[in-house]
Nanobody, 122 residues
């Protein structure tokens, strides 16, 4: 059974930093893209950042220069370093992974973590 587990959330004052971690557990063949999404109190779920298996990254405009996504492919983990946090970054952050469970699959499976709260106070 494949699971994604996030850690590292919490509360911080504006200007502070947090580092989110997400581990993919279970028997898998490979991971394609990993990323972080967030959902604020009044917003839909939005992409924050993602990283393809080859290392190409994509960031939502409001986090560029402040957040950095990274992966440890050997450990099946993805991280999100969040610096210069702002109150508007307050949200539940979700880890996402597009992965292949078995060799030869054409399309990846889409897995989500349960979400972790990040609260930034002014």
């Amino acid at each position: 059974q494949v699971e994604l587990e996030e850690s590292g959330g919490g509360s911080v004052q504006a200007g502070g930093s947090l580092r989110l971690s997400c581990e993919v557990s279970g028997k898998i063949f490979s991971i394609d893209k990993m990323g972080w999404y967030r959902q604020g109190p009044q917003n839909g779920r939005e992409l924050v950042a993602d990283m393809a298996s080859g290392g190409r990254t994509h960031y939502e405009d409001s986090v560029k220069g402040r957040f950095t996504i990274s992966r440890d492919n050997a450990k099946n983990m993805v991280y999100l370093q969040m610096n210069s946090l702002k109150p508007e970054d307050t949200a539940v952050y979700y880890c996402n992974a597009l992965l292949f469970i078995s060799e030869g699959e054409r399309d990846p499976w889409d897995y989500w973590g349960q979400g972790i709260q990040v609260t930034v106070s002014s």
